[in-house]
């Protein structure tokens, strides 16, 4: 098992920048795919970022490409979701995810361990 603690979230206008971090323990998130996702009041959870298990292959939703980049450090077993030119519709709780996945090399689409989620608010 893994245990994961999401932090950074907080509230900033639009155009600013937030970084969330993800604290991972239990595992190493070398040993997961990682990722990102966010879940708006009334809307679904939707995949933000992710990084496949073995850090070759990252996707990022359509709606974050280019304004977002997804990160991870090894050594202190942390993820990163680096948010910029940020927009009052990316508002939203933002979870970090971890998934064991049968293969090294996909981004997954369903994970096995969540954060509690940290509120991201972008005012216009």
């Known amino acids: 098992q893994v245990q994961l603690l999401e932090s950074g979230g907080g509230s900033v206008q639009a155009g600013g920048s937030l970084r969330l971090s993800c604290s991972a323990s239990?595992?190493?998130?070398?040993?997961?795919?990682m990722g990102w996702f966010r879940q708006a009041p009334g809307k679904e959870r939707e995949l933000v970022a992710a990084?496949?298990?073995?850090?070759?292959?990252?996707y990022y939703a359509e709606s974050v490409n280019g304004r977002f980049g997804i990160s991870r450090d090894k050594a202190k077993n942390m993820q990163f979701l680096q948010m910029n030119s940020l927009k009052p519709e990316d508002t939203a709780v933002y979870y970090c995810?971890?998934?064991?996945?049968?293969?090294?090399?996909?981004?997954?689409?369903?994970?096995?361990?969540w954060g509690q989620g940290t509120q991201v608010t972008v005012s216009s």
């Open positions: 995810a971890a998934g064991a996945g049968s293969s090294s090399d996909s981004v997954l689409s369903e994970y096995d361990y």
């Open positions: 239990g595992r190493p998130v070398s040993a997961f795919a």
């Open positions: 990084f496949s298990r073995n850090g070759f292959k990252i």
